[in-house]
Protein backbone atom coordinates (compact mmCIF):
# COMPACT_ATOMS: atom_id res chain seq x y z
CA UNK A 1 0.00 0.00 0.00
CA UNK A 2 2.68 2.57 1.20
CA UNK A 3 4.71 2.17 -1.94
CA UNK A 4 1.64 2.05 -3.65
CA UNK A 5 1.18 5.85 -2.85
CA UNK A 6 4.47 6.88 -3.47
CA UNK A 7 4.33 6.20 -7.06
CA UNK A 8 1.21 8.14 -7.23
CA UNK A 9 3.37 11.10 -5.15
CA UNK A 10 5.91 10.64 -7.95
CA UNK A 11 3.27 10.71 -10.32
CA UNK A 12 1.88 13.43 -8.87
CA UNK A 13 5.33 15.43 -8.55
CA UNK A 14 6.04 14.71 -11.98
CA UNK A 15 2.86 15.51 -14.06
CA UNK A 16 3.36 19.22 -11.81
CA UNK A 17 6.68 19.45 -13.17
CA UNK A 18 5.76 19.02 -16.64
CA UNK A 19 2.99 21.59 -16.20
CA UNK A 20 0.71 19.41 -16.93
CA UNK A 21 -2.21 19.41 -14.13
CA UNK A 22 -5.14 18.42 -15.10
CA UNK A 23 -3.11 14.99 -15.66
CA UNK A 24 -2.04 15.49 -11.66
CA UNK A 25 -5.34 16.64 -10.56
CA UNK A 26 -6.74 13.46 -12.04
CA UNK A 27 -3.34 11.19 -10.61
CA UNK A 28 -4.20 13.48 -7.25
CA UNK A 29 -8.18 12.41 -7.05
CA UNK A 30 -7.56 8.71 -7.94
CA UNK A 31 -5.04 8.45 -4.72
CA UNK A 32 -7.56 10.10 -2.51
CA UNK A 33 -10.14 7.53 -3.37
CA UNK A 34 -7.65 4.38 -3.06
CA UNK A 35 -6.82 6.41 0.19
CA UNK A 36 -10.87 6.27 0.62
CA UNK A 37 -11.44 2.61 -0.34
CA UNK A 38 -8.41 1.28 1.99
CA UNK A 39 -9.75 3.46 4.79
CA UNK A 40 -12.97 1.66 4.38
CA UNK A 41 -12.09 -1.55 4.25
CA UNK A 42 -9.94 -2.02 7.14
CA UNK A 43 -11.76 0.29 9.52
CA UNK A 44 -14.71 0.51 10.19
CA UNK A 45 -14.87 3.70 12.39
CA UNK A 46 -12.80 5.66 9.46
CA UNK A 47 -15.86 6.77 8.01
CA UNK A 48 -15.25 10.33 8.96
CA UNK A 49 -11.67 10.30 8.07
CA UNK A 50 -13.09 8.96 4.36
CA UNK A 51 -15.86 11.72 4.33
CA UNK A 52 -12.30 14.19 5.12
CA UNK A 53 -9.95 13.03 2.70
CA UNK A 54 -13.06 13.16 0.19
CA UNK A 55 -13.59 16.36 0.76
CA UNK A 56 -9.93 17.50 0.82
CA UNK A 57 -9.32 15.75 -2.66
CA UNK A 58 -12.12 17.75 -4.35
CA UNK A 59 -10.90 20.92 -3.04
CA UNK A 60 -7.50 20.00 -3.70
CA UNK A 61 -7.95 19.16 -7.06
CA UNK A 62 -10.50 22.08 -7.67
CA UNK A 63 -7.67 24.59 -6.74
CA UNK A 64 -5.63 23.07 -9.07
CA UNK A 65 -7.69 23.29 -11.79
CA UNK A 66 -8.84 26.81 -11.04
CA UNK A 67 -5.32 28.48 -9.93
CA UNK A 68 -3.06 26.50 -12.20
CA UNK A 69 -4.60 24.35 -14.61
CA UNK A 70 -3.41 25.61 -18.05
CA UNK A 71 -6.50 24.70 -19.37
CA UNK A 72 -10.09 26.86 -20.48
CA UNK A 73 -12.94 27.94 -18.52
CA UNK A 74 -15.00 24.86 -20.28
CA UNK A 75 -13.05 22.16 -19.33
CA UNK A 76 -12.09 23.49 -16.14
CA UNK A 77 -16.02 24.07 -15.60
CA UNK A 78 -16.74 20.69 -16.60
CA UNK A 79 -14.12 18.83 -14.63
CA UNK A 80 -15.18 20.56 -11.56
CA UNK A 81 -18.74 18.82 -12.32
CA UNK A 82 -17.01 15.84 -12.45
CA UNK A 83 -15.13 15.73 -9.78
CA UNK A 84 -18.15 17.01 -7.43
CA UNK A 85 -20.52 14.38 -9.04
CA UNK A 86 -17.70 11.73 -7.90
CA UNK A 87 -17.39 13.02 -4.27
CA UNK A 88 -21.61 13.37 -3.98
CA UNK A 89 -21.32 9.51 -5.20
CA UNK A 90 -19.03 8.46 -2.70
CA UNK A 91 -20.26 10.57 0.06
CA UNK A 92 -23.54 9.06 -0.44
CA UNK A 93 -22.14 5.35 -0.50
CA UNK A 94 -20.42 6.23 3.11
CA UNK A 95 -22.57 4.44 5.69
CA UNK A 96 -23.46 1.83 3.67
CA UNK A 97 -21.34 -1.07 1.71
CA UNK A 98 -17.39 -1.04 1.54
CA UNK A 99 -17.72 -2.94 -1.46
CA UNK A 100 -19.73 -0.95 -3.25
CA UNK A 101 -17.49 2.18 -2.33
CA UNK A 102 -14.28 0.80 -3.14
CA UNK A 103 -15.94 -0.15 -6.59
CA UNK A 104 -17.31 3.19 -6.86
CA UNK A 105 -14.39 4.78 -6.36
CA UNK A 106 -12.41 3.08 -8.94
CA UNK A 107 -15.00 2.62 -11.39
CA UNK A 108 -15.34 6.53 -11.72
CA UNK A 109 -11.63 7.35 -11.72
CA UNK A 110 -11.59 4.88 -15.13
CA UNK A 111 -14.22 6.05 -16.54
CA UNK A 112 -12.80 10.12 -15.74
CA UNK A 113 -9.55 9.00 -17.09
CA UNK A 114 -11.12 7.21 -20.52
CA UNK A 115 -13.41 10.54 -20.82
CA UNK A 116 -10.55 12.90 -21.04
CA UNK A 117 -7.74 10.92 -22.31
CA UNK A 118 -9.38 8.91 -24.73
CA UNK A 119 -7.64 5.89 -23.83
CA UNK A 120 -8.00 3.38 -20.88
CA UNK A 121 -5.66 3.73 -18.09
CA UNK A 122 -4.52 -0.22 -17.73
CA UNK A 123 -1.71 1.02 -15.59
CA UNK A 124 -3.09 0.58 -12.25
CA UNK A 125 -6.43 -1.57 -12.57
CA UNK A 126 -6.02 -3.58 -9.62
CA UNK A 127 -9.68 -4.13 -9.21
CA UNK A 128 -10.46 -5.49 -12.46
CA UNK A 129 -13.61 -3.10 -13.36
CA UNK A 130 -15.52 -1.91 -15.86
CA UNK A 131 -14.86 1.56 -16.63
CA UNK A 132 -17.10 2.55 -18.98
CA UNK A 133 -20.92 2.08 -18.61
CA UNK A 134 -22.94 1.56 -21.29
CA UNK A 135 -26.85 1.97 -21.51
CA UNK A 136 -29.59 1.19 -23.80
CA UNK A 137 -32.56 3.29 -24.51
CA UNK A 138 -35.32 1.80 -25.61
CA UNK A 139 -37.34 4.56 -27.59
CA UNK A 140 -34.11 6.87 -27.99
CA UNK A 141 -35.04 8.52 -31.47
CA UNK A 142 -38.61 9.42 -29.70
CA UNK A 143 -39.12 12.86 -28.09
CA UNK A 144 -38.31 12.17 -24.42
CA UNK A 145 -35.64 9.49 -25.58
CA UNK A 146 -33.30 11.53 -27.70
CA UNK A 147 -32.77 14.36 -24.41
CA UNK A 148 -31.94 11.58 -22.59
CA UNK A 149 -29.24 9.86 -25.22
CA UNK A 150 -28.21 13.33 -25.57
CA UNK A 151 -27.20 14.00 -21.96
CA UNK A 152 -25.45 10.66 -21.47
CA UNK A 153 -23.05 11.40 -24.68
CA UNK A 154 -22.89 14.78 -23.13
CA UNK A 155 -21.24 13.11 -20.27
CA UNK A 156 -19.01 10.72 -21.96
CA UNK A 157 -21.17 7.29 -21.49
CA UNK A 158 -21.54 4.46 -24.35
CA UNK A 159 -25.03 4.75 -25.75
CA UNK A 160 -26.97 2.09 -27.99
CA UNK A 161 -30.62 3.47 -29.37
CA UNK A 162 -33.35 0.64 -30.14
CA UNK A 163 -36.18 2.24 -32.04
CA UNK A 164 -38.26 1.53 -35.10
CA UNK A 165 -39.31 4.92 -35.98
CA UNK A 166 -42.95 4.57 -35.61
CA UNK A 167 -42.89 8.03 -34.02
CA UNK A 168 -39.75 8.30 -33.07
CA UNK A 169 -37.91 11.20 -35.84
CA UNK A 170 -34.08 10.69 -37.63
CA UNK A 171 -33.74 14.31 -36.90
CA UNK A 172 -34.29 14.18 -33.10
CA UNK A 173 -30.92 12.09 -33.27
CA UNK A 174 -29.26 13.71 -36.16
CA UNK A 175 -26.92 16.11 -34.19
CA UNK A 176 -25.12 13.26 -32.43
CA UNK A 177 -26.26 10.19 -34.44
CA UNK A 178 -22.21 10.43 -36.07
CA UNK A 179 -20.63 9.82 -32.34
CA UNK A 180 -18.36 7.20 -31.95
CA UNK A 181 -19.88 6.56 -28.40
CA UNK A 182 -23.54 6.03 -30.07
CA UNK A 183 -24.54 3.58 -32.03
CA UNK A 184 -28.45 2.91 -33.61
CA UNK A 185 -29.94 -0.54 -33.75
CA UNK A 186 -33.07 0.16 -36.18
CA UNK A 187 -35.29 -2.53 -34.73
CA UNK A 188 -38.71 -3.65 -32.89
CA UNK A 189 -38.91 -4.08 -29.26
CA UNK A 190 -41.16 -7.32 -30.16
CA UNK A 191 -38.53 -9.24 -31.31
CA UNK A 192 -36.22 -11.51 -29.00
CA UNK A 193 -33.33 -11.53 -31.18
CA UNK A 194 -32.88 -7.61 -31.91
CA UNK A 195 -33.70 -7.20 -28.18
CA UNK A 196 -30.70 -9.40 -27.69
CA UNK A 197 -28.26 -7.84 -29.70
CA UNK A 198 -29.83 -4.57 -28.45
CA UNK A 199 -29.20 -5.88 -24.82
CA UNK A 200 -25.59 -7.25 -25.55
CA UNK A 201 -23.32 -5.84 -23.14
CA UNK A 202 -25.12 -3.24 -21.69
CA UNK A 203 -25.05 -2.00 -17.92
CA UNK A 204 -28.39 -0.03 -17.89
CA UNK A 205 -31.46 -0.09 -19.43
CA UNK A 206 -33.85 3.28 -20.02
CA UNK A 207 -36.73 1.45 -21.75
CA UNK A 208 -38.77 4.61 -23.42
CA UNK A 209 -40.31 2.84 -26.33
CA UNK A 210 -43.69 2.94 -26.15
CA UNK A 211 -46.90 3.84 -28.77
CA UNK A 212 -47.60 6.61 -26.15
CA UNK A 213 -51.04 8.15 -27.25
CA UNK A 214 -54.29 7.16 -25.44
CA UNK A 215 -56.27 8.19 -28.07
CA UNK A 216 -54.26 5.45 -30.31
CA UNK A 217 -54.71 2.75 -27.75
CA UNK A 218 -58.59 3.30 -27.79
CA UNK A 219 -58.63 2.62 -31.65
CA UNK A 220 -56.02 -0.09 -31.66
CA UNK A 221 -55.84 -1.62 -27.80
CA UNK A 222 -54.20 -4.93 -29.44
CA UNK A 223 -51.41 -3.06 -30.85
CA UNK A 224 -50.93 -1.26 -27.65
CA UNK A 225 -51.03 -4.08 -25.80
CA UNK A 226 -48.65 -6.09 -28.11
CA UNK A 227 -46.00 -3.22 -28.11
CA UNK A 228 -46.02 -1.42 -24.50
CA UNK A 229 -46.73 -5.11 -22.85
CA UNK A 230 -44.96 -7.66 -24.94
CA UNK A 231 -42.44 -5.42 -25.98
CA UNK A 232 -41.82 -4.52 -21.90
CA UNK A 233 -41.92 -8.21 -20.76
CA UNK A 234 -39.21 -9.20 -23.53
CA UNK A 235 -36.75 -6.03 -22.61
CA UNK A 236 -37.14 -7.48 -19.09
CA UNK A 237 -36.71 -11.29 -20.09
CA UNK A 238 -33.99 -10.64 -21.99
CA UNK A 239 -32.05 -8.14 -19.37
CA UNK A 240 -31.98 -10.73 -16.88
CA UNK A 241 -30.60 -13.54 -19.38
CA UNK A 242 -27.86 -10.80 -19.94
CA UNK A 243 -27.59 -9.58 -16.07
CA UNK A 244 -28.18 -6.48 -17.06
CA UNK A 245 -27.76 -4.23 -13.77
CA UNK A 246 -30.64 -2.47 -14.10
CA UNK A 247 -33.72 -1.59 -16.28
CA UNK A 248 -36.25 1.90 -15.95
CA UNK A 249 -39.29 2.06 -17.27
CA UNK A 250 -40.88 5.03 -18.54
CA UNK A 251 -44.05 4.77 -16.84
CA UNK A 252 -47.30 7.20 -17.00
CA UNK A 253 -49.80 9.48 -14.76
CA UNK A 254 -52.77 7.96 -16.83
CA UNK A 255 -52.79 5.11 -14.27
CA UNK A 256 -54.05 7.23 -11.62
CA UNK A 257 -56.97 8.22 -14.14
CA UNK A 258 -59.65 10.22 -12.61
CA UNK A 259 -59.87 10.22 -9.09
CA UNK A 260 -60.22 13.10 -7.54
CA UNK A 261 -57.48 13.13 -4.62
CA UNK A 262 -54.51 15.59 -5.03
CA UNK A 263 -51.70 15.53 -5.31
CA UNK A 264 -51.81 12.22 -7.10
CA UNK A 265 -48.84 9.30 -4.40
CA UNK A 266 -47.53 6.51 -5.73
CA UNK A 267 -49.53 4.62 -2.79
CA UNK A 268 -52.90 5.63 -4.13
CA UNK A 269 -54.68 2.81 -5.71
CA UNK A 270 -54.30 2.80 -9.27
CA UNK A 271 -57.41 3.39 -11.81
CA UNK A 272 -56.57 2.77 -15.48
CA UNK A 273 -59.21 3.81 -17.90
CA UNK A 274 -57.58 3.23 -21.47
CA UNK A 275 -55.53 0.37 -22.85
CA UNK A 276 -52.18 2.51 -22.78
CA UNK A 277 -52.93 3.26 -19.16
CA UNK A 278 -53.49 -0.16 -18.47
CA UNK A 279 -50.56 -1.46 -19.92
CA UNK A 280 -48.44 1.27 -18.75
CA UNK A 281 -49.33 -0.13 -15.22
CA UNK A 282 -48.95 -3.85 -16.20
CA UNK A 283 -45.42 -2.94 -17.33
CA UNK A 284 -44.57 -1.86 -13.54
CA UNK A 285 -46.39 -4.82 -12.44
CA UNK A 286 -44.03 -6.95 -14.61
CA UNK A 287 -41.21 -5.02 -13.74
CA UNK A 288 -41.98 -5.74 -9.82
CA UNK A 289 -42.41 -9.01 -10.42
CA UNK A 290 -38.87 -10.06 -12.21
CA UNK A 291 -37.22 -8.06 -9.42
CA UNK A 292 -39.17 -9.96 -6.73
CA UNK A 293 -39.00 -13.57 -8.68
CA UNK A 294 -35.60 -13.27 -10.03
CA UNK A 295 -34.02 -9.82 -8.68
CA UNK A 296 -33.16 -7.89 -11.86
CA UNK A 297 -33.20 -4.48 -10.67
CA UNK A 298 -35.78 -2.09 -12.06
CA UNK A 299 -37.07 1.08 -11.44
CA UNK A 300 -40.59 2.58 -12.76
CA UNK A 301 -40.86 6.38 -13.27
CA UNK A 302 -44.29 7.68 -13.57
CA UNK A 303 -44.24 10.52 -15.72
CA UNK A 304 -46.38 13.88 -15.54
CA UNK A 305 -47.25 15.87 -18.80
CA UNK A 306 -43.71 15.94 -20.22
CA UNK A 307 -43.01 18.85 -22.56
CA UNK A 308 -39.73 20.57 -23.90
CA UNK A 309 -38.03 20.83 -27.64
CA UNK A 310 -38.83 18.16 -30.38
CA UNK A 311 -42.02 17.10 -28.96
CA UNK A 312 -43.76 16.68 -32.40
CA UNK A 313 -46.50 19.68 -32.90
CA UNK A 314 -47.81 18.05 -36.23
CA UNK A 315 -48.37 14.39 -35.35
CA UNK A 316 -51.86 13.27 -34.49
CA UNK A 317 -51.58 12.76 -31.04
CA UNK A 318 -49.42 15.74 -30.15
CA UNK A 319 -49.56 16.86 -26.39
CA UNK A 320 -51.55 20.30 -25.74
CA UNK A 321 -48.22 22.58 -25.10
CA UNK A 322 -46.28 22.24 -28.21
CA UNK A 323 -49.84 22.10 -30.32
CA UNK A 324 -50.71 25.67 -28.92
CA UNK A 325 -47.17 26.95 -29.10
CA UNK A 326 -47.60 26.35 -33.05
CA UNK A 327 -51.17 27.54 -33.08
CA UNK A 328 -50.38 30.78 -31.13
CA UNK A 329 -47.28 31.75 -33.56
CA UNK A 330 -49.43 31.13 -36.60
CA UNK A 331 -51.89 33.22 -35.34
CA UNK A 332 -54.78 30.82 -34.77
CA UNK A 333 -57.02 30.00 -31.66
CA UNK A 334 -56.32 27.34 -29.73
CA UNK A 335 -59.52 25.58 -28.18
CA UNK A 336 -59.69 24.60 -24.39
CA UNK A 337 -62.24 21.99 -23.35
CA UNK A 338 -63.46 22.81 -19.88
CA UNK A 339 -60.99 24.60 -16.89
CA UNK A 340 -58.29 21.59 -16.32
CA UNK A 341 -55.10 21.80 -14.75
CA UNK A 342 -51.85 19.34 -15.31
CA UNK A 343 -48.42 18.73 -13.48
CA UNK A 344 -46.05 19.80 -16.91
CA UNK A 345 -42.67 18.39 -16.92
CA UNK A 346 -39.78 20.01 -18.84
CA UNK A 347 -37.98 17.12 -20.63
CA UNK A 348 -35.10 17.73 -18.56
CA UNK A 349 -36.40 16.82 -15.18
CA UNK A 350 -36.78 13.52 -16.69
CA UNK A 351 -33.67 13.02 -18.42
CA UNK A 352 -32.18 13.67 -14.69
CA UNK A 353 -34.83 11.36 -13.06
CA UNK A 354 -34.08 8.68 -15.42
CA UNK A 355 -30.02 9.22 -14.57
CA UNK A 356 -30.66 9.04 -11.29
CA UNK A 357 -32.85 6.19 -10.72
CA UNK A 358 -29.72 3.97 -12.36
CA UNK A 359 -27.68 4.13 -9.30
CA UNK A 360 -29.61 5.57 -6.50
CA UNK A 361 -29.62 2.54 -3.88
CA UNK A 362 -32.91 2.99 -1.87
CA UNK A 363 -34.92 2.64 -5.29
CA UNK A 364 -35.14 -0.95 -6.48
CA UNK A 365 -38.68 -2.64 -7.23
CA UNK A 366 -39.84 1.32 -6.70
CA UNK A 367 -42.57 3.41 -8.36
CA UNK A 368 -41.50 7.09 -8.49
CA UNK A 369 -44.09 10.40 -9.68
CA UNK A 370 -41.82 12.24 -12.12
CA UNK A 371 -43.07 15.89 -12.19
CA UNK A 372 -42.70 19.57 -10.99
CA UNK A 373 -45.14 18.93 -8.30
CA UNK A 374 -47.09 21.88 -8.90
CA UNK A 375 -50.55 22.29 -11.23
CA UNK A 376 -50.73 24.94 -14.26
CA UNK A 377 -54.68 25.36 -15.33
CA UNK A 378 -55.05 25.31 -19.83
CA UNK A 379 -55.88 29.02 -19.50
CA UNK A 380 -52.68 30.11 -17.73
CA UNK A 381 -50.60 28.09 -19.73
CA UNK A 382 -52.31 29.82 -22.36
CA UNK A 383 -52.05 33.38 -21.49
CA UNK A 384 -48.08 32.43 -20.80
CA UNK A 385 -47.74 31.40 -24.02
CA UNK A 386 -49.08 34.27 -25.71
CA UNK A 387 -47.54 37.01 -23.39
CA UNK A 388 -44.08 34.87 -24.65
CA UNK A 389 -44.96 35.43 -28.25
CA UNK A 390 -46.10 38.87 -28.40
CA UNK A 391 -49.58 38.26 -29.07
CA UNK A 392 -52.78 38.88 -27.44
CA UNK A 393 -54.50 35.55 -29.45
CA UNK A 394 -57.90 34.89 -27.58
CA UNK A 395 -58.44 30.75 -27.11
CA UNK A 396 -62.29 29.19 -27.58
CA UNK A 397 -63.71 28.10 -25.06
CA UNK A 398 -65.80 24.17 -25.62
CA UNK A 399 -67.10 22.07 -22.61
CA UNK A 400 -65.34 19.34 -21.31
CA UNK A 401 -64.35 16.47 -23.13
CA UNK A 402 -65.72 13.10 -21.56
CA UNK A 403 -63.08 10.62 -20.08
CA UNK A 404 -60.56 13.36 -19.67
CA UNK A 405 -58.77 14.11 -16.31
CA UNK A 406 -60.15 17.78 -14.98
CA UNK A 407 -57.09 18.34 -12.44
CA UNK A 408 -53.52 16.61 -11.82
CA UNK A 409 -50.97 17.08 -10.04
CA UNK A 410 -48.08 15.08 -8.28
CA UNK A 411 -46.34 14.71 -4.67
CA UNK A 412 -42.77 14.23 -5.65
CA UNK A 413 -41.75 13.69 -2.20
CA UNK A 414 -40.86 9.84 -2.66
CA UNK A 415 -38.58 10.76 -5.51
CA UNK A 416 -37.12 13.55 -3.43
CA UNK A 417 -36.26 11.40 -0.79
CA UNK A 418 -35.14 8.28 -2.24
CA UNK A 419 -33.98 9.60 -5.86
CA UNK A 420 -32.32 12.57 -4.86
CA UNK A 421 -34.86 14.37 -7.48
CA UNK A 422 -36.26 17.50 -7.79
CA UNK A 423 -37.14 19.45 -10.31
CA UNK A 424 -34.47 21.84 -11.38
CA UNK A 425 -36.18 23.48 -14.19
CA UNK A 426 -39.36 25.28 -13.38
CA UNK A 427 -42.41 24.99 -15.41
CA UNK A 428 -41.51 29.01 -16.29
CA UNK A 429 -38.34 28.19 -17.59
CA UNK A 430 -39.38 25.23 -19.63
CA UNK A 431 -41.53 27.00 -21.67
CA UNK A 432 -39.43 30.23 -22.26
CA UNK A 433 -36.90 27.63 -23.51
CA UNK A 434 -39.66 25.31 -25.80
CA UNK A 435 -41.03 28.89 -26.79
CA UNK A 436 -37.47 30.48 -27.66
CA UNK A 437 -36.37 26.70 -29.84
CA UNK A 438 -37.83 25.78 -33.28
CA UNK A 439 -40.36 23.18 -31.78
N1 LIG B 1 -44.45 12.54 -23.26
C1 LIG B 1 -45.09 12.42 -22.12
O1 LIG B 1 -45.67 13.36 -21.60
C2 LIG B 1 -45.15 11.08 -21.41
C3 LIG B 1 -45.89 10.99 -20.22
C4 LIG B 1 -45.92 9.78 -19.56
C5 LIG B 1 -45.19 8.69 -20.03
N2 LIG B 1 -44.50 8.81 -21.20
C6 LIG B 1 -43.77 7.62 -21.66
O2 LIG B 1 -42.45 8.00 -21.97
C7 LIG B 1 -41.95 7.24 -23.06
C8 LIG B 1 -41.42 8.15 -24.15
O3 LIG B 1 -42.50 8.97 -24.58
P1 LIG B 1 -42.32 10.06 -25.74
O4 LIG B 1 -43.23 11.18 -25.40
O5 LIG B 1 -40.89 10.35 -25.96
O6 LIG B 1 -42.93 9.30 -26.98
P2 LIG B 1 -42.34 9.13 -28.45
O7 LIG B 1 -43.46 8.55 -29.27
O8 LIG B 1 -41.72 10.39 -28.93
O9 LIG B 1 -41.22 8.04 -28.23
C9 LIG B 1 -41.48 6.66 -28.23
C10 LIG B 1 -40.38 5.99 -29.04
O10 LIG B 1 -40.60 4.58 -29.03
C11 LIG B 1 -40.37 4.08 -30.36
N3 LIG B 1 -41.13 2.85 -30.51
C12 LIG B 1 -42.48 2.69 -30.52
N4 LIG B 1 -42.80 1.41 -30.74
C13 LIG B 1 -41.62 0.72 -30.88
C14 LIG B 1 -41.30 -0.64 -31.14
N5 LIG B 1 -42.26 -1.56 -31.30
N6 LIG B 1 -40.00 -0.98 -31.24
C15 LIG B 1 -39.02 -0.05 -31.08
N7 LIG B 1 -39.27 1.25 -30.84
C16 LIG B 1 -40.56 1.64 -30.74
C17 LIG B 1 -40.88 5.19 -31.27
O11 LIG B 1 -40.39 5.12 -32.58
C18 LIG B 1 -40.39 6.42 -30.51
O12 LIG B 1 -39.09 6.75 -30.91
C19 LIG B 1 -43.10 6.33 -23.50
O13 LIG B 1 -42.94 5.08 -22.90
C20 LIG B 1 -44.31 7.03 -22.95
O14 LIG B 1 -45.37 6.13 -22.72
C21 LIG B 1 -44.45 9.96 -21.90
Redesign the pocket.
Same mark, same amino acid.
Do not use: C, P, W
Given at each position: MREKFSNHISAIKCFICHHNFHKALHVMHYHFLCLFSYFRCFERRADSFALCFCSMSLSISSGFISRFGKTDSKTANRSMVSLERVNANIIGTIVTDIDYAKHYGYYRYYRYYYHYYGTEDSSDNEQGVTFMARYLV????? /? &???HIVEELLERGEDVRI #?? !? /???? *?RE?ISAFINKSNLELIE @?? #? *?SYHIVQEAVNGVDYIL? %??? &???VSQSVENPILIND &??IN @?TVNILNVALKAEVKRVIF?????IYGNEPELPKREDMKPSPESP +?ALS?YTGERYCQIFTKLHGLETVCL *? +? /? !?? /?GP *? %??PNSQYS?VIPKFIQMIKEGQRPIIYGEVSRDF?YVAN?VNANLLACTARDAVGEVFNIACGGSVTINQLVKKITDLCGNNIKPIYKDPRPGDVKNSYASIEKARARLGYSATISFDEGLIRVVGSNL
Open positions: TGGSG /F &IGS #LD !N /FSTG *RN @GD #L *RH %QGA &ISS &IN @GASSAS +YK *R +Y /F !NV /F *R %QDATV
